[in-house]
């Protein structure tokens, strides 16, 4: 099974395609995805809106096809892109062809000078699927300060190059500036964000330094939730909770974020009171210590092999069937 991929919250999972559950690719495995927690079905990466944000330009790209750019004015903001790709300012004033992809992996990937390559929801998914070039904001924030975000999952903010705005509040569209890792998918490296890790995610669509944190204490910040990284799951993360009124344990699962603190999505077959025709179902932590665990007949099993455990999590361990 592949490992979840995270999900929105639950109030724009209910407005996105996914209908409020597993998208409908995913009946029978759980995807590696995580989900953006927009406000808006962020289908064609155009922003909904923002407060204070100097404006961006960019053109849209998704697998090798030209997007669609315009200008949309919302709340004090003017955000640029594109409406016709035949336009000459769809790509600029430029001599030679440019390929309509850009690499999340280098920052300075676009065709056009100013942009920066960034995750996005293409197609009105639930989750971030593909990158696009947008233009760097006229005054660019720094990775660490506040950030306005033109629709959390739409890819416009006003981040300085290399960053994106993250931990973005769906009423306020105001986040924090983070650094996207270096490197390649091979070798991440936050080295230029001490104290971080590379949490990669949705097919290496989402890459970020972000901090770790602890699955037993969970110490992220509200309305967050400590979870493994989908792509790393020895590399605890903070994403948004997007569990909602459901997420207890034992409900079935396909993104990792949508169970509640305290519970990670696994195997349907760690506990007997999951479904078993289910992509994921949602597992508790434990501690190897105090293997407290609510399933019938779970046991409390190291998370990680002896002497692997990083600092500070050596007794951490998963509820599972013996």
């Known amino acids: 099974m592949r490992r979840p991929w995270l999900a ?7 407005l996105s395609l996914l209908a409020c559950g597993a998208p409908s690719d995913a009946t029978t495995e759980a995807t590696t995805e995580i989900a953006s927690g927009a406000a808006s079905s ?4 155009s922003p909904t809106g923002s407060t204070g944000s100097t404006g961006t330009t960019g053109s849209t790209t998704t697998g090798g096809s030209t997007g669609t750019t315009g200008s949309t004015t919302t709340g004090g903001s003017t955000f640029l892109g594109s409406t016709d790709p035949t336009d000459a300012t769809f790509l600029g004033d430029l001599d030679l062809p440019c390929v309509l992809e850009c690499d999340p992996w280098i920052v300075d990937s676009c065709c056009v000078p100013d942009q920066k390559c960034v995750p996005y929801i293409a197609g009105g998914g639930g989750a971030w699927d593909a990158v696009k ?4 904001d006229r005054d660019p924030v720094p990775v660490g300060a506040p950030c306005t975000s033109g629709g959390s999952a739409s890819g416009i903010d006003d981040c300085e190059l290399g960053a994106i705005c993250w931990h973005v509040d769906q009423d306020t569209l105001k986040g924090t500036c983070v650094a ?7 070798a991440p490296d936050c080295s230029h964000v001490p104290g971080t890790h590379c949490m990669v995610a949705n097919d290496y669509v989402i890459n970020l330094c972000l901090p770790p944190c602890d699955p037993l204490v969970q110490d992220c910040p509200i309305d967050e939730t400590c979870i493994p990284g989908p792509e790393d799951p020895d590399v605890f993360v903070c994403a948004i909770d997007a569990s909602g009124d459901e997420g207890q344990a034992f409900d079935p699962c396909a993104w990792a974020n949508v169970c509640d603190p305290g519970l990670y999505c696994g195997e349907p077959e760690a506990a007997s009171e999951c479904d ?8 508790a932590f434990c501690d190897i210590d105090d293997p407290l665990c609510p399933g019938v007949d779970q046991q409390c099993v190291p998370w990680f092999e002896p002497g692997a455990a990083p600092m500070g999590l050596e007794k951490l361990g998963g509820c599972a069937l013996p």
């Open 8 to 14: 929105p919250p639950v109030r724009v999972f209910c």
């Open 42 to 45: 962020g289908s064609s990466g």
């Open 133 to 136: 070039c947008v233009m760097l």
């Open 180 to 186: 996207q890792c270096k490197g390649n998918a091979d």
């Open 276 to 283: 078993p025709d289910e992509p994921g179902c949602c597992l």
